[in-house]
């Protein structure tokens, strides 16, 4: 297990994790793209006989945009995780700050899924989950196999629900105190 992920200690009583997952590698297209066009650039500089100076500049700039622009999107790609237990969706990233977002599965109101032309070719999307609180809702950016996600946590928002709409509280929320 990753050191971001969810540990056993951070579950409550009776909770499991049922998934766990990070972005899709399509999140890091373009900084690899990036990267190579880098690498490239002082293979060619160098292959082309120029003066040493030259090589050693190229060489600077490109490991300078590297770790300007291809390592922080990296180390965001490995720091974000989606987890789905038997009680709640939670989110958490980040490299310095760490920031999370937890809604228990008895807020969700809807899930819903969007896949553009490029996300259907490498087979992701985004997860936008909703909830019954003041704050928007959840969007999950280019979540792998999205559409099994999403089954999976409508087979989660449901197993609790007895069918029925006479008013009680939502299905697996804990029960409220009355007054007195």
């Known amino acids: 297990m990753l050191a971001m ?10 909770e499991d994790v049922v998934l766990e997952l ?4 399509k999140a890091l297209f373009w900084p690899i793209v990036l990267l190579v066009v880098l690498v490239a650039a002082v293979a060619v500089t160098a292959a082309l006989g120029a003066p040493a100076v030259a090589v050693e500049v190229v060489a600077v700039v490109a490991f300078l945009l590297a770790c300007l622009v291809v390592l ?8 974000t995780r989606y987890v789905v237990t038997t009680k709640r969706i939670l989110v958490r990233s980040g490299i310095v700050t760490r920031t999370g977002r937890d809604i ?6 809807d899930v819903a899924s969007e896949q553009g032309l490029l996300d259907r ?3 992701c999307g985004t997860l936008v989950v909703s909830d019954a609180s003041e704050k928007p809702g959840l969007v999950l950016h280019d979540v792998p196999h999205v559409d099994d996600v999403q089954v999976r946590l409508h087979e989660l928002l449901f197993a609790h ?4 709409d006479d008013g009680e509280f939502p299905p697996g929320e804990p ?4 007054g007195r």
């Open 5 to 14: 992920s969810l540990k056993d200690t951070h579950l409550t009583e009776g």
């Open 22 to 25: 990070r972005t899709h590698l």
């Open 72 to 79: 922080p999107r990296w180390a965001r790609w490995l720091t």
């Open 104 to 109: 228990p599965l008895y807020r969700i109101n």
């Open 121 to 123: 070719m490498f087979g």
């Open 161 to 164: 629900d007895d069918n029925s």
């Open 175 to 178: 029960q409220r105190r009355r």
